[in-house]
């Protein structure tokens, strides 16, 4: 396993790939990485909170396992992949197709990502809203934000980009898991009410989560 920290990709620490089982992955989630079949340079990538759970020697549970591809044909593959594997399709929308799958008698929840491509896992995490979601891996290696790490450790919620309206529910997910958000993000939120406006719609809104 190694870790790629920065979007510039400097600094890695390298350890052995010698007995291949995914050293880094909870015990709990291994069977299912495998079956992915992930590339941490040509794709398909797992990235965001099942990355932070792992990074945090946790299992990813009942949460989603977000999947970003690098084109259309990598979707597709993985799409099939799954459904071949006697997934089931549970929701789908523009941005992305949810689909559960059993493993080892556990239900795994892929969500694969269609809003956008991306050309590399650095492009990925550049997408993410928050800095300590910026990491992404194919089990192996992880790819990072410049202060992820940093922000992991303090348990520090900051927007790697401009927050927008679905700012809200994230915050409300990583605060109810003991992250802090940053004083400027309040401030920003506070002082841009009608900016930030969002109502929980627990019916209608399929929390689709990967931004």
Request: net charge negative.
């Given at each position: ?9 400097v600094s890695?620490?390298?350890f052995s790939?010698?007995?291949?089982k995914?050293?880094f992955?909870h015990?709990k989630?291994?069977?299912?990485v ?5 590339d941490i ?6 990235a965001g909170?099942s990355v932070?759970s792992?990074?945090?020697?946790e ?10 591809f690098?084109d259309?044909?990598?979707f597709?593959q993985m799409f099939?992949l799954l ?7 549970v929701?789908t ?5 949810t689909?559960n799958?059993t ?7 892929a969500q694969?990502i269609?809003?956008n491509f991306y050309?590399s896992?650095l492009?990925?995490i ?9 990491l992404?891996?194919?089990?192996w290696?992880?790819?990072s934000g410049e202060k ?9 919620i ?7 309206r679905a700012?809200?529910?994230r ?10 958000p940053?004083p400027?993000?309040i401030s920003?939120?506070?002082n841009?009410?009608?900016d930030?406006d969002?109502?929980?719609n627990?019916?209608?809104e ?6």
């Amino acid at each position: 396993m190694s870790f790629v920290s920065g979007l510039n990709g400097v600094s890695y620490f390298d350890f052995s790939r010698e007995d291949h089982k995914m050293s880094f992955v909870h015990e709990k989630d291994k069977s299912f990485v495998k079956l992915l079949s992930l590339d941490i340079n040509e794709g398909p990538w797992l990235a965001g909170g099942s990355v932070l759970s792992w990074y945090n020697n946790e299992p990813v549970g009942d949460s989603d396992f977000d999947i970003f591809f690098k084109d259309l044909k990598q979707f597709d593959q993985m799409f099939g992949l799954l459904m071949r594997n006697h997934g089931s399709i549970v929701f789908t929308s523009e941005n992305a197709i949810t689909i559960n799958i059993t493993i080892d008698d556990d239900i795994k929840k892929a969500q694969l990502i269609r809003k956008n491509f991306y050309k590399s896992a650095l492009d990925v995490i550049d997408h993410f809203d928050f800095t300590i979601c910026q990491l992404a891996t194919d089990g192996w290696d992880i790819v990072s934000g410049e202060k992820t790490f940093e922000h992991i450790k303090e348990k520090r919620i900051e927007p790697h980009k401009q927050p927008n309206r679905a700012i809200i529910k994230r915050l409300i997910k990583y605060i109810s898991y003991g992250y802090t958000p940053d004083p400027k993000l309040i401030s920003e939120i506070i002082n841009n009410p009608v900016d930030y406006d969002w109502m929980f719609n627990n019916i209608d809104e399929n929390y689709e989560n990967a931004f």
